[in-house]
Nanobody
């Protein structure tokens, strides 16, 4: 059974940091790319980061570049999202999902599958 489980969200103030984790199981994790998405109330789900493996490459949305860092530990079947200098506009439910690649449309949901339940990130001003 393919499954991903997100954790690490919480309530922080503007300028603070959080580190999210996504633990995967039920598939060959090291073969696949992993994406991070977020969805704020009343808005569409948007891709914010993607990471490949063998070789490892990373991609970021303009809204989070230079603040967020994605990484993975294939020995632990886990992908991380380090979020620094958080802003109120980062408030959303954060999800991870599985893809074969980080393609040209990696910021869209269509190329991803096996979404987790999400973890809430709230940034107060």
């Amino acid at each position: 059974q393919v499954q991903v489980v997100e954790s690490g969200g919480g309530l922080v103030q503007t300028g603070e940091s959080l580190k999210l984790s996504c633990v995967a199981s039920g598939f060959s994790f090291h073969i696949y790319a992993m994406g991070w998405f977020r969805q704020a109330p009343g808005k569409e789900r948007e891709g914010i980061s993607c990471i490949t493996s063998n070789p490892e490459s990373t991609y970021y949305a303009d809204s989070v570049k230079d603040r967020f860092t994605v990484s993975r530990d294939n020995s632990k079947n886990t992908v991380y999202l380090q979020m620094n200098n958080l802003k109120p506009e980062d408030t959303a439910v954060y999800y991870c999902a599985i893809s074969l690649i980080c393609g040209s449309t990696w910021q869209q949901t269509g190329g991803f599958t096996s979404w987790g339940q999400g973890t809430q990130v709230t940034v107060s001003s």
